[in-house]
């Protein structure tokens, strides 16, 4: 499985996002549910459940007794939140998360591989122009990773 595309929505009056179709199908391939948590970069990140699940094991897995890896599983996980597809792949956001992400209305989705990331809009624009005059020299620092 792996996400992909840039795809322009707008929330509804309940906060809810139409996830586009083919990202549903992979989103929801053996589950139902999806797991919306804060994303780095004041955006939210959306997990299929299977990726949740072992994301979730390699956090839990971080020693508590460290100050850092405390910190941040602390508002991972109190930020998280389960949500069900309805029947028109829908799914609803919770109001601390749009407020975390800046969110109003006007929504970019982004495929990032294992997951799918829902940013506000101007700040998706904003970020990915300034990301883009540095993607050639991000390409080349990573291939000597």
């Known amino acids: ?11 509804d009056a309940q906060g809810r996002l139409v996830i586009p179709a083919r990202q549903r199908q ?21 997990f299929p459940a299977e990726v949740w699940e072992s994301q979730s ?3 839990k897995s971080l020693p508590f007794t460290k100050g850092d890896p405390r910190a941040f599983t602390r508002l991972f996980f ?5 949500a069900e597809l309805d029947r028109q792949g829908r799914v609803l956001i919770p109001a601390h998360l749009l407020k ?20 506000d809009e101007k700040r998706w624009d904003s ?17 000597e990773m």
């Open 127 to 143: 970020y990915a122009a300034q990301s883009l005059a540095s993607y050639t020299e991000l390409a080349e620092k990573l291939m």
């Open 78 to 82: 109190s930020g998280a939140h389960q």
């Open 57 to 59: 094991d390699r956090l």
């Open 26 to 46: 992979l989103l929801c391939a053996s589950h139902s549910s999806v797991f919306i948590v804060k994303g780095l970069d004041a955006c939210l990140f959306l």
């Open 1 to 11: 499985m792996v996400f992909f595309g840039e795809y322009r929505a707008r929330l």
């Open 100 to 119: 975390y992400a800046g969110i109003r209305d006007r929504v970019v989705i982004v495929g990032v591989g294992t997951r799918m990331e829902v940013w």
